[in-house]
């Protein structure tokens, strides 16, 4: 089991590029294999969710060549040129990676299976397996709705008209890869608005979508050409040097390439409520993604109640977020955010539980949380395997009177391989042991 320690205090200084975006990992690879022609993507994510969407599409036939240095060539067979894959397809810890993929193998002429570690098994799947099942296809779970899920092959999908009961880009995504091998027209309404990446990159290989406020429809049956996808890096994985820096007097730094896409800048927006210094500077456009370099330095923060309409548009940053408001003067609330409850951990009990056994006055509520800024003690905290919750504890010390160390952290490795040597870099006392 891994472990961090971290050691109290210090500030974070200097110019740092962390990796690529996780979503937009995924989807360059995805779509990427239907297209055709070669996708040549730079800025990959080499992390473990993104490797298993990428290994998933080799066991489907798919030749790739990569990652190298976050690159990686994917020769794509259309959307019909994917093979049946020989056994289960292992998702790991991907909740976006099992979303996204059972909409797109639904579609296809061969059965397959989808599993994953035990955090991924016991997700919520019915959210993806209901709609689908409108659109005929078959898909077995458990009686709870969990993985594995058995998918079952040949079956002509019918396009709907669907209305999502929960904000979620992993469902949105999921009926559209489906509706590219529907009859007809598949139109998805969201109740706010989420990650749209996806739609992003359908239009960029040349799909027609119709968008509206709150609403994206799409016909089956057309095609994908392959381009070449420059990723940005992550602003979720940002999001840690953004809380680290707020929190830590006498830090200044330079997150470079950060994607900016509008509908994931809560953090900021967030943030910058808080009271922090946040400068988006050199404001660009690549390949279809806004992108620009974030200089954030100290400043005091203040509590805040978060506006609700924020709540999707940052739902990986709370628990981040959560250690900014337990550095803030005066209480932060937030509530409309259930969905915590059913990410890679239960992150409102997680960094509620590790927050209190800091000396933090946290009080999780059912769609929220409750904090009162003030002094971080040291001591000893549970990730339970979740990525987030390890860094953002990290990220806490600076903050801490006393060492802290964060158990279970070898998930990090998910979305942010190299975060103990970028963090040390940048003045994090961190060791991973
Ligand atoms: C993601 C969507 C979000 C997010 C996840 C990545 C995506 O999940 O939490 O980390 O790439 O579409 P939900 O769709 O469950 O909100």
Do not use: W
């Amino acid at each position: 089991m891994t472990t961090f320690h971290v050691e109290p205090g210090g500030a974070l200084r200097g110019r740092l590029r962390v990796p690529g975006d996780k979503s937009i990992s995924h989807r360059s690879v995805m779509l990427g294999s239907l297209a055709e022609g070669t996708t040549r993507i730079s800025g990959f994510l080499e992390g473990e969710d993104s490797l298993a969407t990428l290994n998933a599409f080799r066991a489907m036939g798919v030749d790739i060549e990569g990652p190298d240095g976050g690159r990686v060539v994917v020769r794509g067979v259309g959307l019909h040129g994917l093979k049946a894959p020989a056994g289960a397809l292992d998702l790991g810890n991907s909740g976006t990676s099992m979303r996204l993929l059972s909409g797109l193998l639904a579609g296809q002429a061969f059965d397959s299976e989808l599993v994953g570690d035990a955090s991924l098994m016991s997700r919520p799947m019915r959210r993806v397996t209901e709609p689908l099942a409108r659109m005929g296809a078959r898909i077995d779970s458990t009686e709870k709705g969990t993985a594995p899920l058995r998918i079952h092959g040949g079956r002509q999908l019918r396009g709907i008209d669907y209305e999502l009961p929960v904000a979620s880009a992993q469902v949105k995504s999921c009926l559209l890869l489906a509706g590219l091998y529907a009859e007809g027209r598949t139109c998805v309404r969201e109740p706010a608005p989420t990650r749209d990446h996806t739609e992003r990159m359908l239009a960029g290989m040349g799909y027609a979508l119709e968008r509206e406020a709150g609403r994206v429809c799409l016909q089956g049956g057309g095609r994908l050409e392959a381009v070449d996808i420059d990723v940005p890096a992550d602003i979720s994985s940002a999001a840690f040097f953004l809380v680290g820096a707020s929190i830590a007097p006498g830090s200044e730094l330079v997150l470079e390439h950060v994607g900016t896409n509008p509908t994931r800048t809560g953090v900021l927006e967030i943030l910058r409520l808080m009271g922090a210094d946040i400068e988006l500077l050199d404001e660009r456009d690549v390949g279809g993604e806004p992108v620009a370099d974030l200089r954030v330095r100290h400043a005091p923060l203040h509590g805040i109640d978060i506006p609700v309409e924020q709540v999707p548009l940052a739902i990986d940053e709370f628990p981040a977020l959560f250690v900014a408001a337990a550095c803030a003067e005066g209480r932060t609330r937030l509530s409309g955010a259930e969905e915590l409850r059913v990410k890679e951990s239960d992150r409102i009990q997680v960094m509620g539980d590790g927050l209190q056994a800091l000396g933090v006055d946290a009080r999780p509520t059912p769609d929220g949380m409750i904090i009162e800024g003030g002094p971080i003690g040291g001591g000893r905290v549970h990730s339970h395997g979740d990525h987030r919750i390890a860094m953002s504890f990290a990220m806490a010390a600076l903050r801490a009177q006393g060492s802290i160390d964060i158990d279970d952290c070898a998930n990090v490795n998910t979305s942010f391989p190299g975060f103990v040597e970028l963090a040390s870099a940048a003045g994090l006392s961190v060791v991973a042991g």
